[in-house]
């Protein structure tokens, strides 16, 4: 696995969660050449982006989550980011870090599960 994902959890609407992705096997040189994004999928929905991030730090959002999320990324720790604020029962889903090549080759992490009770 290329991508390892981590901090998935519990949380009470209205609470908090950062989700964390490290692109271990992936060399720096190449790591910094992918997007870097996150997707989720809830029982029974497609799978959706979320957010993404160039390796310049330009940013692109869903609009359910826009002004509620933040996609950041640490290139020397070949690392990506998703702080969760003002969480909704609707977020709840799988969440899934993504890197797309400049050729839109992709690669998965394994799922982290998020579930916000109301």
């Known amino acids: 696995v290329q991508l390892q994902a981590s901090g998935g959890g519990l949380v009470q609407a209205g609470g908090s969660l950062r989700l964390s992705c490290k692109a271990s096997?992936?060399?720096?040189?190449?790591?910094?050449?992918?997007?870097m994004g996150w997707y989720r999928q809830a029982p029974g929905r497609e799978r959706e982006l979320v957010a993404s991030?160039?390796?310049?730090?330009?940013?692109n959002y869903a609009d359910s989550v826009k002004g509620r999320f933040i996609i950041s990324r640490d290139n020397s720790k070949k690392m990506v980011y998703l702080q969760m604020t003002s969480l909704k029962p609707e977020d709840t889903a799988f969440y899934y870090c993504?890197?797309?090549?400049?050729?839109?080759?992709?690669?998965w992490g394994q799922g982290t599960e998020v579930t916000v009770s109301s």
């Open positions: 096997r992936m060399i720096f040189s190449t790591y910094v050449t992918y997007v």
């Open positions: 993504n890197g797309r090549s400049i050729n839109y080759d992709d690669v």
């Open positions: 991030i160039t390796s310049s730090g330009r940013t």
